[in-house]
């Protein structure tokens, strides 16, 4: 695996990408955290080395990319479009995760609270 500051975002992004693929325990303030890893990592790419690139690093992300969009639904929100920020900020876990004894409002865990959306119907709470 790629080492140095770039593999730290890789690993950050993957470790994201694998949790969401398993069901998240998401809330609103800690899904930006989460995806800052990958915003890092589209300002830290362009910049690499030949040497770097023939690391492997550059088609990772791109595989990391789209299994995070297979885990995950476009956000339901009407008008919201890439003009408001990089593709993976408005996307939503195909399942999220829910802890034990966590509370609930009108069907969902209360960190969706701080969304501008309802829960989407295919968005299974477990």
């Known amino acids: ?10 690993r950050g992004w993957q470790g994201l990408v694998e949790e969401v693929e398993a069901g998240y ?16 990592l589209a300002r830290v790419v362009p910049r690499l080395t030949e ?28 008008g919201r479009g890439t003009a408001d920020g990089p593709w993976w900020r408005h996307r939503v876990p195909r399942i999220l995760e829910a802890d034990p ?3 609930y409002r009108d069907g969902r865990p209360l960190g969706w609270d701080m969304l501008p959306h309802p829960k989407p119907g295919s968005v299974p709470v477990r």
């Not at 695996?1 to 890789?10: D, E």
């Not at 550059?58 to 297979?70: G, K, N, T």
Request: hydrophobic share 35%; net charge positive; proline share 12%.
């Open 1 to 10: 695996m790629t080492t140095g500051p770039a593999g730290s975002l890789l």
């Open 25 to 40: 325990a998401w809330c609103a303030p800690a899904s930006v955290h989460d995806r800052r890893c990958r915003g890092e």
């Open 51 to 78: 040497e770097e690139a023939a690391a492997a690093l550059r088609p990772r992300p791109h595989a990391l990319d789209e299994r995070f969009r297979a885990a995950t639904i476009p956000w339901p929100r009407p």
């Open 101 to 103: 004894g966590e509370r």
